[in-house]
């Protein structure tokens, strides 16, 4: 009967062995999905925002020749997190065509404080109607009184062979004089 008799000591432990694997074994198996839940969760926190680089504004047949600048709305499809719109506006620009077909983009926004200027047609020039900050149709200070600390800000233009205008929409830092990118 000795032969038959088990150690209970020898069977607790074995019984430990097994619940203990058993859970381990659980646990690294349940970690698995939720390490891959919260990097599908994290990933747009993670994301640098993108640069959204040209974006169409119009056409070249849109602007008059008379270099008269036009305002355009600028509209883009914009990423917030874990969302997506499409065709907002996120600013606005100032294209003009000068007589030598060259297409100029002046960014609608005062360098002094961040109000939107207009163009006045009668005067040829920008009004800043916050602080009365002028500039030249070329974007440049106008009265040398003026608050801004700089001109107007260009942006880039591309036209492509379709005769549709890009411009590289950025805003830039108010009240400082030299050109500085807002993130």
Not at 19 to 33: E, I, N, Q
Not at 87 to 110: E, K, M
Not at 135 to 150: L, N
Request: glycine content about 10%; some cysteine; proline content about 7%.
């Amino acid at each position: 009967m000795d032969g038959d008799r088990v150690d209970s000591g020898t069977d607790t432990r074995r019984c430990f062995a097994k619940k203990f694997l058993a859970g381990l074994l659980g646990s690294l198996m349940g970690l698995v999905p939720l390490g891959a839940g919260l990097a599908v969760f994290l990933d747009p926190l993670r994301r640098r925002g993108s640069d959204s680089g040209s974006v169409r504004v119009t056409t070249v047949e849109a602007l008059p020749s008379d270099g008269v600048p036009r305002k355009f709305l600028v509209l883009a499809t914009r990423v917030d997190a874990w969302n997506k719109f499409s065709q907002v506006p996120i600013g606005a620009v100032y294209l003009r065509r000068t007589s030598d077909g060259q297409i100029h983009a002046l960014n609608v926004v005062c360098p002094h404080a961040g109000c939107f200027v207009d163009f006045l047609a009668d005067r040829g020039r920008y009004l800043c109607p916050c602080h009365n900050s002028a500039f030249d149709v070329a974007g440049k200070i106008d009265d040398p009184a003026s608050p801004a600390p700089r001109g107007l800000d260009a942006l880039e233009v591309n036209v492509s062979d379709a005769g549709e205008v890009w411009v590289k929409f950025q805003n830039f830092q108010a009240g400082r004089p030299e050109k500085i990118p807002l993130a």
